[in-house]
């Protein structure tokens, strides 16, 4: 049937096309052809443009989708402490290595590690040897030289001692009651007491051990009060004071509270930072020393907001900051860190009420034209595609 079709539209044409046309050769038939195909088609254009020119109402929705959608929240001031924050560590305000004053071989031990001991107890007890028999002749000497003195001093009475030869006597007495203390002194030495009461920490020597004068019996540690030490930059050092309240945050995560007692006035020649020391109560012996800690210092009050630490962003210059919205354009405001905890972070430096993006905040730049939406609402924000 199509086949038929195509014959019959072929004898059509033979039949009815024009004379000139039929002396044509077929080249020209051709191109003249093509030509009117493209004057149709360019007409067609033509007649269908008014149409096809986009609408106000299309012109305002494709302007609206070059206009980046971020999410934004507003933030409202309060007022805060600005808190330094010290990386530090806790320390025992009083710990002593005791220590042997006389030598000798260890007779016996009176604790154990980590024992509480009073103050005066005796830890390491050293053998006496002859110390007890020297005092005992020291003591008969001081018996003799009073007895002699006495009888000196009688005499001068009857006129048969002279003045030096009193005097005589009474510094031989002297010299042997000096000679006595000495002794009693190097025997009570052979009982090594605790200087405080504290618990022991450790110990280094045992029974049957040979102590020289001046070495180590045990560690003592009081237990209260403890200090948490840090360093504090030249910056905030002069913010600092003694009697400031502070806190210690552990590394197990408990909060000691406390005061600050002492900020130096020198500092640490490789690091330029000053030691600071804060006070700790320890009624429970709890804390121990060593233990990383963070320190932290109120120093002064102000307007801080408290937002999330992943909207900050940096400018060109690494400064860190915000980008917030007003009236439509994205503007950087810069800002410093109050505090930052796992609640949140406080910064300050904003106005007291402002607009801050949320969402989309890396898509976009200072001066930008934005749509602002509310946060829970910006779903996907960013740049349209």
């Not at 210059?317 to 930052?340: C, E, Q, S, Y």
Request: with cysteine; glycine share 8%; proline share 5%.
């Amino acid at each position: 049937m199509f086949r038929n079709l195509i014959r019959a539209t072929i004898r059509w044409y033979e039949q009815h096309q024009p004379e000139f046309w039929r002396r044509m050769k077929p080249s020209y038939r051709a191109a003249l052809a093509i030509l009117a195909l493209a004057v149709l088609w360019i007409g067609s254009g033509l007649l269908t443009g008014a149409d096809s020119r986009p609408t106000p109402s299309d012109a305002a929705a494709n302007t609206s989708d070059q206009i980046p959608r971020v999410g934004v929240t507003t933030l409202t001031a309060a007022t805060r402490s600005a808190t330094v924050t010290l990386r530090g560590r806790t320390q025992a305000l009083h710990s002593v290595q005791v220590r042997a004053e006389v030598e000798g071989v260890i007779k016996a031990i009176h604790f154990e590690k980590g024992e509480m001991v009073k103050a005066g107890q005796v830890l390491c007890e050293i053998d006496r040897n002859d110390r007890g028999a020297k005092l005992d002749q020291a003591r008969a000497l001081v018996a003799q030289m009073r007895k002699q003195h006495d009888v000196d001093l009688e005499l001068k009475k009857e006129g048969f001692r002279s003045v030096t030869q009193v005097a005589a006597s009474e510094a031989q007495l002297e010299a042997a009651l000096a000679a006595e203390r000495t002794q009693e002194i190097q025997l009570a030495n052979t009982d090594i007491r605790a200087p405080f009461a504290g618990y022991i920490d450790d110990r280094y020597v045992d029974v049957g051990d040979y102590m020289s004068v001046g070495d180590k019996c045990a560690l003592l540690i009081a237990p209260e009060p403890f200090l948490a030490v840090g360093q504090v930059s030249e910056e905030n050092v002069g913010e600092i004071h003694p009697g400031d309240p502070a806190s210690a945050v552990l590394v197990s995560g408990e909060t000691v509270e406390g005061k600050v007692r002492f900020v130096a006035n020198k500092a640490d020649d490789a690091t330029r930072t000053f030691r600071v020391e804060v006070q700790l109560p320890n009624p429970d012996n709890k804390l121990r020393d060593g233990v990383s800690a963070d320190i932290h210092i109120p120093v002064k009050q102000l307007q801080a907001q408290k937002l999330s630490p992943g909207i900050l962003v940096l400018d060109d210059h690494g400064v860190v900051g915000v980008r917030a919205v007003k009236n439509g354009i994205v503007h950087f405001l810069p800002v410093h860190i109050v505090t930052d905890g796992p609640s949140g972070m406080w910064v300050s430096g904003l106005p007291d009420r402002v607009t801050v993006i949320t969402v989309g905040q890396e898509f976009v730049t200072d001066g930008e034209h934005v749509e602002a939406v509310p946060e829970k609402a910006a779903g996907k924000a960013g740049r349209p595609s």
